[in-house]
T-cell receptor, first 115, second 113 residues
């Protein structure tokens, strides 16, 4: 399966600031996915990022708050903007399996605490 | 109605018993179903997938799918304390721009030795 490097692994940020999370994949992938996992909750899809086009956001998530870049087929960033304590969560990137592989692989996650 | 529903638990079973985890989904067009295991502080890892009605076995794990009832289950035989984790049911949805995975709330499983 694809290997995903996600960083930072954790951060503590001041409210009102922004944090950019990076995901690097060891192979080219068409789509990359960004999820949020709030404390004690399951994974909620924020957006899907295709290379060369704007990300597609799920209901309740907007580009101004969570801008995404996808400059090539192996890399993506998610920015959490103008943070508030409610943004304290784990953020995960994910990719589909390679051709012939099943399922989706996840990065190790970024644990964000906003104070 | 949520797209994917699971009982959040916790489900407690004694060591050596069978753990049964259940999931229902709302999109009748869904074709692919996954079970992920997530240990505390870790990212989800895929343990089973199923596409066809019926049972699929892999070691101590059996996934069951009933598309008519929109129901997916995971059985864990000979449960071990190391199986204690959150089990996430996920359904793949097909959208105009590509596929996406939608997760249930997850069921916490505790295996007591």
């Amino acid at each position: 399966s694809a290997v995903i490097s996600q960083k930072p692994s954790r951060d503590i940020c001041q409210r009102g600031t922004s944090l950019t999370i990076q995901c690097q994949v060891d192979s080219q992938v068409t789509m990359m996915f960004w999820y949020r996992q709030q404390p004690g909750q399951s994974l909620t899809l924020i957006a899907t990022a295709n290379q060369g086009s704007e990300a597609t956001y799920e209901s309740g998530f907007v580009i101004d708050k969570f801008p995404i870049s996808r400059p090539n087929l192996t890399f993506s960033t998610l920015t959490v903007s103008n943070m508030s304590p409610e943004d304290s969560s784990i953020y995960l990137c994910s990719v589909e399996g390679r051709t012939g592989e099943v399922g989706y692989t996840f990065g190790s996650g970024t644990r964000l605490t906003v104070v | 109605q949520k797209e994917v529903e699971q009982n959040s638990g916790p489900l407690s079973v004694p060591e050596g018993a069978i753990a049964s985890l259940n999931c229902t989904y709302s999109d009748r067009g869904s074709q692919s179903f996954f079970w992920y295991r997530q240990y505390s502080g870790k990212s989800p890892e895929l343990i089973m997938f199923i596409y066809s009605n019926g049972d699929k076995e892999d070691g101590r794990f059996t996934a069951q799918l009933n598309k008519a009832s929109q129901y997916v289950s995971l059985l864990i035989r000979d449960s071990q304390p190391s199986d204690s984790a959150t089990y996430l049911c996920a359904v793949e949805l097909y959208m105009e721009y590509g596929n996406k995975l939608v997760f249930g709330a997850g069921t916490i499983l505790r295996v007591k030795s």
